[in-house]
């Protein structure tokens, strides 16, 4: 398991752009380590306006 920083982040994610960077990488280490899937380097599609 990685530890993973994000720069500009106190306590917790203010930004949108940050926020969504967090959930990603949460739900990569949930998949990973909680469902057992298989570690992808797929990133949840941007919604579209």
């Known amino acids: 398991m990685r530890y993973k920083g994000f720069e500009g982040i106190g306590h917790g994610p203010s930004k949108p752009k940050s926020s ?3 959930m990603e990488h949460n739900l ?3 998949n990973t380590y909680i469902w057992g899937e298989a570690a992808s380097s797929t990133a949840i599609p941007p919604e579209q306006p």
Do not use: E, K
Request: hydrophobic residues 65%; proline residues 0%; positive net charge.
């Open 28 to 30: 990569q280490w949930f």
């Open 20 to 22: 969504r960077a967090v």
